[in-house]
């Protein structure tokens, strides 16, 4: 749990201090062109567009910063469905084999905010070939939790909503980290 929490201390003041020094783009009516552009080629276009208008940094962002904000949103969605794993094993009476489940997909999400810290960290250095790498390891983290949620009886649950919701983030801000390294 420090280990998660740390890592969200770290990403916030890497992402904090990579805005102060990023170059701004004004846009007229307040809605950045770059936004739509970014998402056009993204399976979840809305989904994409949306997560990225709810920043208020990426009204002014150049593309290098809406792909770190991208990550962002997949990071603290990532974060938020690490600590409802959390909180349902400790205080629900969950059968044998969906606890096994929730701890296996706790496994995958503290990998998978460790992938996306490493992203950050890549993608403020510019080196987009190592945050591609790092997307794509909290992609199949993201996957590999949901093989087992298709398992298991305990569907019911919050969960498989909640971890494809992650790994579609997670796929957006690859496709806006593929967009960024072609522009």
């Known amino acids: 749990m420090k280990l998660v929490i740390n890592n969200v ?3 916030v003041g890497i992402f904090c201090l990579y805005l102060s020094f990023s170059p701004l783009i004004n846009a007229a009516d307040g809605n950045n062109p770059l936004v739509a552009q970014a998402c056009e080629k993204v399976k979840a276009k809305d989904l994409c567009i949306s997560s990225l208008m709810a920043e208020h940094a990426s009204k002014s962002a150049d593309l290098a910063t809406l792909a770190l904000i991208s990550i962002k949103v997949a990071s603290n969605n990532g974060t938020n469905t690490s600590f409802y794993i959390k909180k349902t094993l400790d205080t629900k009476k969950l ?3 969906v606890e096994q ?3 296996d997909c706790e496994d995958n999400y503290i990998s998978a905010t460790q ?3 490493g992203a ?3 993608l403020v250095s510019k ?3 190592d945050t591609k790498m790092f997307l794509e390891s909290a992609i199949d983290d993201a996957i590999t939790c949901d093989n087992g949620l298709r ?8 969960l498989p909503h909640r971890n494809i919701m992650f ?4 796929i957006n801000a690859l496709d806006v980290v593929l967009f960024l390294m072609t522009s």
């Open 115 to 117: 992938q996306l810290d």
């Open 167 to 170: 790994r579609q983030l997670c």
């Open 151 to 158: 398992k298991m009886a305990g569907n019911q649950l919050e």
């Open 127 to 129: 080196n987009y070939k």
């Open 95 to 97: 059968e044998p084999a």
């Open 9 to 11: 201390v770290l990403f």
């Open 101 to 103: 489940n929730f701890q």
């Open 120 to 122: 950050v960290s890549s």
